[in-house]
Each structure stands twice: as structure tokens, then as C-alpha cells.
């Protein structure tokens, strides 16, 4: 989502407030207050006038634009942790920015809110909203916690990926890692990205090998070594193949 298309269609109700004893460093410009992060002074002639950028939105003296009332998550504020009173409608704990789901335990839905109307969004399958960056991303980015499971994070035997990462032998870290069925050797799972899984099987006359990370024949796998053993058609391809060998 592009943010400067989002800020453009805020409407820019910056409120102007009694100036206090605030000196214009410039004769022309806006400058930041020292402890309110959406307050700032525009002076013009040398003369200040006190404003506030739109609730839920805070003021970027870096910012070269215009407009330089920005999404919190784009602003260092420093010091300047004050704000204005919040004005909250449904959904929107302020009127304009990027906010979670009420529930603490849906991680995955957040809500655009733009003068208090809320849009809302649902994060692609996996991800969880990051409330520090204003857009969704994985779980351990995101640090949320407390957070259900969606249907697509168990499988319905309740399969579910490990939470600690997968490494290699080279310790590389498993961008997909995959494991064994518990009960079937001819099947295994494959967790995209470390986070969702799948079911998958091998060909018919194979097993897994969770050693190689790959399908292999039933001799090769301790334990999967009869599990074709009462099926006539794999018995009779194992057959033909030691005729012609």
C-alpha cells in the first residue's frame, strides 16, 4: 500500500492552536515542538502559529514535503513522546493510522483508518500485522503473542510447524523444512517458509527418508521396510524389476 496515496486522501484538518512563547528560528518554515510529536509551529514573516497534525498522525521535521504529518511507524520521535487526545470511533483507537484487531487474539487482521473510517485487512496466510511497522510480516518479525491459529497453520490430523527453525548439517537455515508423518511412511510435511504446512507423499513404492530429505525405496528406511509388503501392485512391479535385474 502506497502510504503517500493513503496520507493524500486525509483529509488535512491540522488544527491551529494559541501560540505560546515559541521563537521562529527562520522568518519561513515549520518546526517540531519538543515534547508533543504530533504538535508543530509555521512560521511565516517570523511569526509562529501552533498546529496539530490530524489525529494519529505525527510530525517529521526531516519530511520535505508540504504536508509533513506522517504514519508514527515512519517518524522517530525521540523525546517527543506526547500527544494529542486521542479521537476514537469503531475500530479506530485514533482517527487516521494503522491499527489491530480488537480481539488480542486475531493477529492476522488489522484496520486502515483514515478520519475515523476503518478499512479492513486481512494478512496474507502465515503472516501476523506488525503494529511497529504498520504492514503484515512474519510471526517472529511481528512479536505478536497470544495469537490463535488459523486453519491454514494446523493441518487436520493437528499437525503444526515447529516454532524453533530448521537447520541443515552445514547449520544453514531450511527455508522449507520437512518432516516424516508420525504413521505413514509414504508421507511427509513441507513447512513454507518455516510457518505453514502442507501434506505431501511420494510415489507409490516409496517412503520417506527424513535422513536424506527425500523419497526412497522402503529397504533404505528403517522401519518402512515392509510397508508396501500387502500391496499386490507394488509387489508386482517389485517383482518384474528383480526379473530383469
Known amino acids: 500500500m502506497n502510504l503517500s496515496i493513503v496520507l493524500c486522501t486525509i483529509v488535512i484538518g491540522i488544527s491551529h492552536l494559541t501560540n505560546g512563547q515559541f521563537q521562529c528560528p527562520k522568518k519561513n518554515g515549520q518546526y517540531e515542538d519538543p515534547v508533543q510529536c504530533d504538535k508543530f509551529y509555521e512560521c511565516k514573516d517570523g511569526v509562529a502559529t501552533t498546529k496539530l497534525c490530524p489525529d494519529g498522525l505525527v510530525f517529521d521535521p526531516l519530511n520535505r514535503k508540504v504536508n509533513k504529518c506522517d504514519q508514527p511507524f515512519s517518524v522517530d520521535c525521540g523525546e517527543r513522546s506526547?500527544?494529542?487526545?486521542?479521537?476514537?470511533?469503531?475500530?479506530?483507537?485514533?482517527?487516521?493510522?494503522?491499527f489491530a484487531h480488537p480481539d488480542e487474539k486475531v493477529c492476522n487482521i488489522f484496520y486502515n483508518c483514515i478520519e475515523g473510517d476503518g478499512t479492513e485487512i486481512v494478512c496474507p496466510n502465515g503472516l501476523h500485522?506488525?503494529?511497529?511497522?504498520?504492514?503484515c510480516a512474519w510471526p517472529a518479525t511481528a512479536g505478536r503473542?497470544?495469537?490463535?491459529?488459523?486453519?491454514?497453520?494446523?493441518?487436520?490430523?493437528?499437525?503444526?510447524?515447529?516454532?524453533?527453525?530448521?537447520?541443515?548439517?552445514?547449520?544453514?537455515?531450511?527455508?522449507?523444512?520437512?518432516?516424516?508423518?508420525?504413521?505413514?511412511?509414504?508421507?511427509?510435511?513441507v513447512c513454507l517458509n518455516g510457518i505453514t504446512p502442507r501434506e505431501q507423499g511420494c510415489s507409490t513404492g516409496e517412503v520417506f527418508n527424513e535422513e536424506s530429505q527425500k523419497c526412497d525405496q522402503p529397504e533404505n528406511v528403517a522401519g518402512c521396510e515392509n510397508w508396501y509388503k500387502d500391496d499386490p501392485q507394488v509387489q508386482q512391479q517389485q517383482q518384474n524389476k528383480n526379473k530383469k535385474q
Open 129 to 135: 500485522f506488525d503494529e511497529y511497522a504498520g504492514s
Open 82 to 98: 506526547e500527544l494529542q487526545n486521542p479521537q476514537p470511533s469503531y475500530l479506530c483507537p485514533r482517527r487516521n493510522g494503522y
Open 145 to 189: 503473542s497470544g495469537c490463535n491459529e488459523s486453519d491454514d497453520m494446523k493441518l487436520k490430523d493437528g499437525f503444526t510447524c515447529p516454532k524453533d527453525k530448521a537447520f541443515n548439517s552445514r547449520g544453514q537455515n531450511v527455508a522449507h523444512p520437512v518432516f516424516a508423518h508420525p504413521d505413514d511412511c509414504q508421507k511427509f510435511y
